[in-house]
């Protein structure tokens, strides 16, 4: 396990963090999807490959995407990744949510205009040296719900509604 991440400025090289490689993704179109309550939804536009140089190393995923719900949207929503196809969540979950982190709440109750963020960085440490794919996922709590990213709901043109852009970023850093 990793416990400090360094440059390679010659400080706490013994502990790893010296950066390896990083790969990306950045998806900048609309794009609606529909959740499954407890099921997790795969983003297959934000995907990640990634060949380890060493069993050692581990991985800092960093995600950033713009979307808004639409309809009365519970609080219970989590943010996650997919590695190789299973989802990664907290162990021992039960029948709580379980992701990376929780989805940002905006403070406009307006779900046609006002965009929400699904974001998180964490440090995953597979111990393979094998290809992994990392794909952003949600997992929502509540039920099924209508899901925009990178734009409003409504998605008109005028100052009132916003749009952005996902990024989805893998960095191989060297372990211990």
């Given at each position: 396990m990793v416990s400090v991440i360094a440059g390679d400025d010659g400080?706490?090289?013994s502990a790893g963090g010296i950066l390896l490689q990083t790969r990306y993704k950045v998806f900048k179109?609309?794009?609606n999807f529909t959740t499954t309550k407890?099921?997790?939804?795969?983003i297959n536009e934000l995907t990640v490959s990634i060949t380890p140089k060493s069993a050692n190393s581990v991985f800092k995923l960093e995600l950033c995407m713009p979307y808004e719900a639409q309809g009365s949207f519970s609080e219970n929503m989590m943010v996650s990744a997919t590695r190789n196809g299973s989802f990664i969540a907290p162990p021992n979950v039960g029948s709580r949510v379980g992701g990376?982190?929780?989805r940002t709440i905006s403070v406009d109750s307006d779900n046609g205009k006002t965009l929400d963020l699904l974001s998180f960085s964490f440090i995953d440490e597979p111990a393979t040296t094998s290809p992994i794919v990392y794909t952003a996922a949600v997992i929502d709590g509540a039920g099924s719900h209508n899901i925009k990213i990178n734009a409003t709901i409504s998605d008109l043109d005028n100052d009132q509604y916003e749009r952005g852009m996902s990024t989805f970023i893998v960095t191989e850093l060297s372990g211990t």
């Open positions: 400080f706490n090289t179109d609309p794009k407890m099921t997790p939804t795969v990376i982190a929780p």
